[in-house]
């Protein structure tokens, strides 16, 4: 009897022992498996995104562009520019204005136009188109923003471009403030595609030998700014010789 009591409680015991690890062992794998299902969820979560995004790229028209990519289009740092940018003081364009004798219907185009006040104030104090041209992207937006500030986006234009490739036909006033150098390089183009009567006018710098028939200095503190005026005169006409044969 005690041997068989003792087989039975041997027996009993094995059982316990065996259940306790079984217990212990379910109790690991179920906090395991409560710790994975956040990760897991997570993961399936990121993967139904994904996937979601592949569909919408493979759906999405191929010359579709983001609101980012239409404001900054154009907008492109062409190469270095020529000058450093020096705003012009506020009484120098009011009176590089008033000198161009503006009428209605004349074009301003500023090169050069760096905020964009020429064009601006063309545009609120006498109501006409203007363009500026700007080869510094960053100036470009920065001029935009001022025109939506002063209600005028409807008359005025800028354009990230190189000054020296574009056409000037339809300007009949330009303004510019780089230098003697950039105005002589400048003045064969100008003379060529400007309509004559077009005026130009220069904020500091001359054109060479080209006198112009106007200059004046604006007071700017203890010194003075110079303002100087041409006019495009009409081309000149070749007489043609014809030959004559004597008989």
């Known amino acids: ?20 690890h079984h217990r212990r062992l379910l109790s690991k794998l ?7 299902i956040p990760l897991w969820s997570g993961f399936a979560a990121s993967a139904n995104n994904n996937r979601s995004l592949l569909a919408l790229n493979r759906h999405k028209p191929k010359n579709e562009v983001t609101a980012s990519q239409r404001s900054g289009r154009g907008k492109r740092r062409l190469r270095k520019p020529d000058v450093i940018y020096y705003p012009t003081p506020p009484e120098t364009v009011t009176e590089m204005l008033r000198m161009a ?18 064009p601006i104030a063309a545009a609120t104090q006498y109501g006409i188109r203007a363009v500026g ?24 234009r800028f354009r990230n471009e190189d000054m020296f490739h574009v056409s000037y036909s339809e300007a009949t006033i330009v303004t510019l403030y780089l230098s003697e150098k950039l105005n002589l390089l400048l003045r064969p183009k100008l003379l060529s595609e400007l309509r004559p009567g077009s005026r130009i006018l220069s904020h500091d710098f001359r054109m ?13 503190g203890k ?3 110079t303002v100087y005026l041409w006019t495009v005169p009409a ?6 010789i014809r ?3 004597l008989r």
């Open 243 to 245: 030959n004559v044969s």
């Open 235 to 240: 081309p000149r006409r070749t007489s043609k």
């Open 208 to 220: 060479g030998d080209w006198k112009p028939e106007q200059t004046v200095r604006v007071p700017w």
């Open 1 to 20: 009897m005690k041997y068989a009591d003792l087989s039975a409680g041997k027996t009993l015991l094995f059982r316990d022992l065996k259940n306790h």
């Open 30 to 36: 179920l906090l395991l498996s409560v710790l994975l």
């Open 133 to 156: 041209i700007e080869i510094d992207p960053k100036l470009v937006t920065e001029a935009e923003e001022n025109a939506r500030q002063a209600n005028v986006s409807q008359l005025v």
């Open 101 to 118: 004798k503006i009428k209605k219907g004349d074009v301003l185009y500023d090169l050069g136009s760096g905020d964009g006040r020429i």
């Open 223 to 225: 010194l003075y700014r």
